[in-house]
């Protein structure tokens, strides 16, 4: 579903691998990349934490940029999901980043994607988006006793 | 002969020819320089016949340095055109489709852009456009905008790299 835009990045000169996951750092999808789901879960976690923590202060972040494993990680953030690439080098840095913002908007444009990505996101029944509680969550809430 | 002795200066993408004046049969030459001259053609350069003799870049400019010594070849030509800037219809096409997004500053934005750059557009790489757009994407406040002026431009590149 997403392995054409996901290629599209591998594709690049000094690209390991790529992978995306939803934002409870559930991997949805790799490529090119020979490590463990576990791995990647932890990294997605990782990276979701260093942008809730600037998210807490208020600041905008979409992309965040390190090294792991000797290699060159670059997540950037959408609203329900991350994509995260591993680099060999930084050395295509600016081809790499265009090419990653590209590929954010193909992705969330694909309408089947951004389904499979919803029921990734979060249980709907328990989320609260609004900050109250009206009658119809309190009468949910209730039956789940 | 003090012209023939002059240090001829050259890099990988000069291209040289034989020698009108001096045969390779009246030296004596090594295994190697023959190689080397059975490759000289006018029309390949340095870069190709070290490529051709799997030989380093620096083991086959020594070996040119030497047999320029032997006067058995000439510099044809040492063309920077080898060099493969970014010809100006690109630079053309990226200032129209700037000018679509940000207006009429987009020639200022661009020119300075590349001064920024310390390159021209005469003597810019091609490695260098994705920096180059990078740049200028930055110059692009609306984000749906900068992403389309970013996905025409990622086009153009996959069709010129």
């Known amino acids: ?145 | 002969m003090e012209d023939l002795n002059k240090k001829v200066e050259f890099n990988e993408n000069a291209v040289f020819a034989l020698s009108k004046s001096k045969s390779p049969s009246e030296v004596t030459l090594r295994s190697a320089e023959w190689a080397v001259i059975t490759q000289i053609d006018g029309h390949k350069t340095v870069k190709d016949i070290s490529n051709l003799l799997s030989m380093g870049n620096d083991e086959a400019i020594g070996l040119f340095h030497e047999l320029i010594k032997k006067e058995l070849i000439e510099l044809q030509s040492m063309d920077e055109e080898k060099m493969d800037y970014i010809p100006a219809d690109f630079f053309n096409m990226l200032e129209a489709e700037l000018t679509k997004v940000i207006g009429p500053v987009a020639p200022l934005i661009l020119d300075d852009t590349i001064m920024e750059m310390d390159t021209t557009k005469d003597h810019c790489l091609p490695e260098r456009i994705p920096e180059l757009i990078e740049m200028l994407s930055e110059e692009i406040v609306d984000s749906e905008k900068k992403v389309k002026f970013q996905q025409i431009m990622l086009n153009q590149l996959k069709g010129m790299m």
């Not at chain 1, 791995?39 to 202060?57: N, P």
């Not at chain 1, 905008?60 to 990680?73: D, G, I, R, S, T």
């Not at chain 1, 790499?96 to 694909?110: F, H, K, P």
Request: aromatic residues 8%; proline residues 1%; positive net charge.
């Open chain 1, 1 to 145: 579903m997403s392995q054409r835009w996901l290629q599209e990045i591998v594709n690049l000169d000094g690209v390991e691998g790529v992978f995306i996951a939803s934002n409870r750092a559930k991997v949805i999808d790799k490529i090119g990349l020979d490590l463990k789901d576990s791995q990647l879960e932890a990294l997605s976690l990782r990276i979701l934490r260093i942008i809730a923590g600037y998210h807490i202060k208020s600041q905008k972040v979409n992309e965040v940029e390190f090294y792991w494993q000797n290699l060159y990680v670059i997540g950037k953030v959408a609203s329900e999901f991350i994509l995260v690439t591993f680099c060999k080098t930084p050395k295509v840095l600016s081809l790499l980043r265009i090419t990653l913002n590209v590929t954010m908007a193909n992705i969330l444009e694909d309408k089947k994607f951004i389904k499979v990505i919803k029921d990734h996101v979060a249980d709907r029944v328990f989320s609260l988006e609004k900050g109250e509680i009206d009658e119809s969550e309190k009468n949910l809430i209730s039956k789940l006793k």
